[in-house]
């Protein structure tokens, strides 16, 4: 099973940009479908961005959409998350997570087998 580290998180102003990584260890994480999810306080745990199973296509939540990139370096085992224009919503944990292929929509939370620990985004006023 592929152990998956996050960073990149920290305290940034509105309308400022960010990079996560989340960086994969044991397996290639090329064999994998990867996503980004976040969970603020009190919330559920939901999908952000995600590559589609058997492709290099992405797809995002409508939020996320033209102000964030989701991307992946093969030679550094690490995918990336970058998101501009953040705004105090976006503040969350911020999980990376992976599963084998499957025919199952990539936002399916419940369907991802290995997490990471996650990384805080604070994004202030």
């Known amino acids: 099973q592929v152990q998956l580290v996050e960073s990149g998180g920290g305290l940034v102003q509105a309308g400022g940009s960010l990079r996560l990584s989340c960086a994969a260890s044991?397996?290639?994480?090329?064999?994998?479908?990867v996503a980004w999810f976040r969970q603020a306080p009190g919330k559920e745990r939901k999908f952000v961005a995600g590559?589609?199973?058997?492709?290099?296509?992405?797809d995002y939540v409508d939020a996320m959409k033209g102000r964030s990139i989701i991307s992946r370096d093969n030679a550094k085992n690490t995918v990336y998350l970058q998101i501009d224009s953040l705004k105090p919503e976006d503040t969350a944990v911020y999980y990376c997570?992976?599963?084998?292929?499957?025919?199952?929509?990539?936002?399916?939370?419940?369907?991802?087998?290995?997490w990471g620990q996650g990384t805080q985004v604070t994004v202030s006023s």
């Open positions: 997570a992976a599963r084998s292929p499957r025919a199952v929509a990539v936002g399916n939370v419940h369907s991802y087998d290995s």
């Open positions: 044991g397996r290639a994480l090329s064999l994998y479908t």
């Open positions: 590559f589609i199973d058997w492709s290099s296509d992405t």
